[in-house]
């Protein structure tokens, strides 16, 4: 079921939103947090790699890619290949940012797996590879027959929202979480690890988290309105 309006206004205010919320989480992380490293005796730097991979990979990517699929004024076989490589693309800084959140914990004395966050961000990253794959050989290549494709092309965009929603869910979840940490953190570090509940930090994170559900609105609504011609589910 669609919503019988163009897609286009949609992805337009979604890319507006994206780059907010790029600008945001980097200026948090970088500005507020001291930046970040993958090697460093300060910890905190090793994790500000996972909230910026997870936002700007399986959300903003991962977002772009279902856009790509419905509003770009190219061929379909064209888009279906930026949609693969995008969500490729999503995928791997998705697993990069989950490893710099092990990285940091094990790195510092955390315990992993604790948390409902990082239960649902592995089962995301789970679902979203299955997905890929699916996607990979139904529709890509070895490609199925055109009848296996038709009849699984809807599951297929269906399941891919509902794993959307799920890392979306699973991003606002962490926001809450990491600034539940940072308001509760006693003392003042170098690199500000404190966060008053009215602090500039703390006002930050939160807009970011709004922004950032914005951003996956529009691409959720993006996705069920009409795209230019229509879908043939053939191989790429």
Known sequence: MGLG?????????????AVAAIVMVL?????????????????????????VLMLIGLI?????AIISYK???????????????LHAIALVLGIVGICAAFKNHNESGIANMYSLHS??????????????????????????????RKSHGPWHVLFGLIVYVL???????G??????????SVGVTKYGSEAPKYGSKALLVNFTAIVTILF?????????????????YSPI
């Open 5 to 17: 309006v163009s897609a286009l206004p949609f992805t337009f205010v979604a890319h507006l939103l």
């Open 27 to 51: 200026f948090w992380n970088i500005h507020f947090r001291g930046g970040l490293a993958w090697e460093a005796t300060n910890k905190n730097l090793i994790f500000n790699i996972h909230p």
């Open 60 to 64: 903003i990517m991962g977002g772009e």
């Open 71 to 85: 509003a770009l004024p190219l061929k379909k076989e064209i888009k279906k290949l930026i949609h693969l490589i």
């Open 119 to 148: 239960w649902l961000g592995i089962g995301v990253i789970s679902l979203y590879g299955i997905q890929w794959i699916f996607g990979f050989v139904m529709f890509f290549y070895p490609g199925g027959s055109e009848s296996l």
């Open 167 to 173: 890392a979306l869910g699973t991003a606002s979840l």
């Open 175 to 184: 926001f809450l979480e990491k600034l539940t940490f940072l308001e509760s």
């Open 216 to 232: 996956g609105t529009f691409v959720v609504l993006s996705s069920i309105s009409s795209a230019p011609g229509e879908d043939d």
